[in-house]
């Protein structure tokens, strides 16, 4: 596995996962620890937003036999789609298979510029193929604290999701 260059260490310390912290970028596809040494983190990206979600509760069951298999994506800030380091797609989390109240405890970190006020968690159900993927719900999440300890989320159907954030300044963790 990579190693973080040392200017970035602080970033991940209070993260209760460490071991599953996925490196993502609104804007590029390459993992976090690559641009953090490059020379490809852009001067407009001025925040690292590290976004941790522990948990669903009581999720809607959309499955015809059995319960929803969950994970979620987050997958917009600001209202735009974003990309991310699982070949293009969007951020996200492990299948829980089976189950309503899902524990993910996965933390996925952003750069992102100073205008992004907002992000959206959207939590689905795995299908057979990705095509058959069926939404569960979704929550927008306001960006307007640079810490947020744990809280429960209600989406747009049923249930809620549990996450917390933290965002910060990108001349923080970078020299």
């Not at 959207?122 to 939404?135: I, P």
């Not at 999440?141 to 159907?157: F, V």
Request: charged letters at 25%; proline letters at 7%.
């Amino acid at each position: 596995p990579t190693s973080l260059p040392a200017p970035c260490l602080p970033v991940f310390v209070t993260f209760p996962c460490p071991s599953k912290v996925k490196c993502t970028s609104p804007a590029h596809s390459q993992p976090l620890t690559t641009m953090a040494a490059s020379s490809t983190v852009k001067s407009e990206w001025t925040r690292l937003v590290a976004i941790t979600v522990e948990s669903g509760k009581d999720l809607k069951n959309v499955d015809w036999i059995g319960q929803s298999d969950p994970y979620f994506k987050i997958a917009e800030f600001n209202g735009k789609v974003i990309g991310g380091n699982d070949g293009g797609d969007k951020a996200k989390s492990a299948v829980v298979e089976n189950d309503l109240s899902p524990e993910w405890m996965e933390t996925h970190i952003f750069l992102v510029d100073k205008q992004v006020d907002r992000f959206k968690v959207r939590v689905k159900d795995q299908g057979t193929v990705q095509a058959l993927s069926k939404d569960i719900g979704a929550a927008t999440i306001m960006l307007d604290t640079e810490h947020q300890e744990a809280k429960e989320y209600p989406l747009d159907t049923q249930g809620t999701v549990t996450l917390s954030f933290k965002v910060t300044p990108l001349g923080d963790v970078l020299p």
